[in-house]
């Protein structure tokens, strides 16, 4: 199976300011990669798929000027919550498809004060 | 709009016993189901994919039975053990791919020792 990173593994960062969350493909080259959020106690939402080479497609209900999704490489996907809020605080996590599975990255939590 | 429900929501065993964990779905036009293990604050280990014309897998003391028709899915877990205590997320595939997976909220199981 694929072999999937994130960066950082949590972080806490002010309200109104800016993070990014990297995802990295180890051992596969992926030009889909998935971004999901959990909040507790939650299903995983699948927030957008990110292309490499192209624009993300974004799920119904999920700002696209808040949730910046750049997928320059075919190991490389960063997804940057813009003017964070409070309700942004959650688990967020990375997958990648290899085969007919989806392997999933380590998450990060983000605590927005 | 394809919902997946997980019950029961908290599981406490003894350690040893056999146990069955379940998962429906409101769509049976599914391409595959999976089975995940997520450890607290951590990401998603894949224990078991079954393909839609599939009926059941196995890997180890775990097996993975699909009913599509029926909308519903089991993992069964052989001899638990208190390494097995997390979190169990059922995700269903849309037809076309494994892309955009629909979780559950999964199941908590604790093995007591």
């Known amino acids: 199976g694929a072999v999937v990173s994130q960066h950082p593994s949590w972080v806490i960062c002010k309200s109104g300011t800016s993070v990014k969350i990297e995802c990295r493909s180890l051992?596969?080259?992926?030009?889909?990669m998935f971004w999901y959020r959990q909040f507790p106690k939650q299903s995983l939402m699948l927030m957008a798929t990110?292309?490499?080479?192209?624009?993300?497609?974004?799920e119904q209900g999920v700002e696209k000027d808040k949730f910046l999704i750049n997928h320059a490489s075919l190991t490389l996907s960063t997804l940057t919550v813009t003017s964070a809020h409070p309700e942004d605080s959650s688990f967020y996590i990375c997958?990648?498809?290899?085969?007919?599975?989806?392997?999933f990255g380590p998450g990060t939590r983000l605590t927005v004060t | 709009k394809q919902e997946v429900t997980q019950i029961p929501a908290a599981l406490s065993v003894p350690e040893g016993e056999n146990l069955v964990l379940n998962c429906s779905f409101t769509?049976?036009?599914?391409?595959?189901l999976q089975w995940f293990r997520q450890d607290p604050g951590k990401g998603l280990t894949s224990l078991l994919l079954?393909?839609?014309?599939?009926r059941e897998q196995t890997s180890g003391r775990l097996n993975a039975s699909l009913d599509k028709s029926s909308g519903r899915s089991t993992l069964y877990i052989a001899a638990s053990q208190p390494g097995d205590s997390a979190t169990y997320l059922c995700?269903?595939?849309?037809?076309?791919?494994?892309?955009?997976?629909?979780f559950g909220k999964g199941t908590k199981l604790t093995v007591n020792p």
């Open positions: 997958s990648v498809t290899s085969g007919y599975e989806q392997y």
């Open positions: 051992d596969f080259q992926a030009t889909t």
């Open positions: 990110s292309n490499e080479g192209s624009k993300a497609t974004y």
């Open positions: 769509d049976s036009a599914i391409y595959n």
């Open positions: 079954i393909q839609s014309s599939q």
């Open positions: 995700a269903v595939g849309g037809f076309g791919g494994s892309e955009k997976l629909v």
